[in-house]
């Protein structure tokens, strides 16, 4: 499934070829209370109205209730969704991973998966885990393929297994607070023609308290998570980013950060506020 790009759904080009919607819509710890359910299918079928169409569950979240939930959020609009999964580690042999991701599917109550993702690096040697996922899009479970968690020496790895140059992705927590792959993982990745994923752009909602967040957000009559969302979202096409809501009303905020247009100011002290790398970080992750 391919979901064009418009002015109000911003995307990256994969390197397959295939478009991938630039704001997506999380679920980290979605479907972990039942008592939210009927919100979060809201929130996230709001999102879909919105242009938020990547739709990015895992099966470590909440133990897959957030892939029952989503499967449910997008009965009668699969079409309309770029749909991510993501495999455990510990799952990630070759039988495993084709295991874990037919198990996905059914909890999704589909037939097929836009991206695949191993969730971090863990015991199972990569040309396993590639050879399962390239088993997977052979057979259509599959659209692509990608890593989270990743930085640039894993990824020179990656590209030494065969079939490792068909990665897609790589997702990544990078916000303002967590600038690191800006010194060498963007420049790898714009180098590859690999974008990057960002999850966590307002850092699990720590950044939401700093005060110059706080008042550029005011200067520009805007709130502080759609000034810390709109940042991110200045680097499509080289990233695309997975922002979670529990509510419709949350949703619809972060789909307003696309039209966000921060200007040289606001620039200007942010960077002064969150300055970037000057050396190697490592990669980070929540």
Not at 132 to 149: F, Q, T
Not at 240 to 262: F, I, P, S
């Amino acid at each position: 499934m391919t979901t064009p790009a418009t002015p109000t759904n911003p995307a990256a080009t994969l390197p397959d070829g295939r478009v991938g919607p630039a704001p997506g819509q999380g679920t980290w710890n979605l479907g972990d209370d039942p008592r939210r359910r009927g919100d979060e299918i809201a929130a996230l079928r709001a999102g879909l109205d919105a242009g938020l169409t990547m739709v990015d569950p895992a099966e470590m979240y909440g133990g897959g209730r957030s892939g029952s939930l989503v499967g449910e959020a997008i009965v009668g609009r699969r079409d309309e969704v770029f749909l991510v999964g993501k495999v455990l580690p510990s799952n990630a042999s070759r039988q495993g991973t084709v295991d874990a991701c037919h198990a996905s599917l059914r909890r999704l109550g589909t037939d097929r998966l836009d991206l695949y993702l191993l969730h971090w690096r863990g015991r199972h040697p990569l040309a396993e885990t590639v050879d399962a996922l390239e088993a997977l899009v052979a057979e259509g479970a599959i659209g692509g393929w990608g890593v989270s968690n990743f930085d640039v020496d894993d990824l020179q790895e990656l590209l030494s297994v065969p079939g490792g140059e068909n990665v897609q992705t790589n997702q990544v927590l990078y916000n303002l607070a967590r600038r690191g792959p800006e010194f060498d993982l963007l420049p790898w990745a714009r180098e590859h023609g690999v974008p990057l994923t960002s999850y966590s752009p307002v850092d699990g909602g720590e950044l939401l308290g700093h005060p110059v967040l706080e008042q550029v957000a005011t200067d520009l009559g805007i709130s502080s998570a759609q000034l810390a969302l709109a940042w991110v979202l200045r680097l499509v096409p080289d990233l695309m980013v997975a922002v979670k809501a529990g509510t419709a009303e949350h949703t619809l905020e972060n789909a307003a950060a696309l039209a966000v247009d921060l200007d040289d100011q606001a620039f200007v002290q942010l960077e002064r506020a969150f300055p970037a790398p000057t050396t190697k970080v490592s990669l980070e992750m929540r």
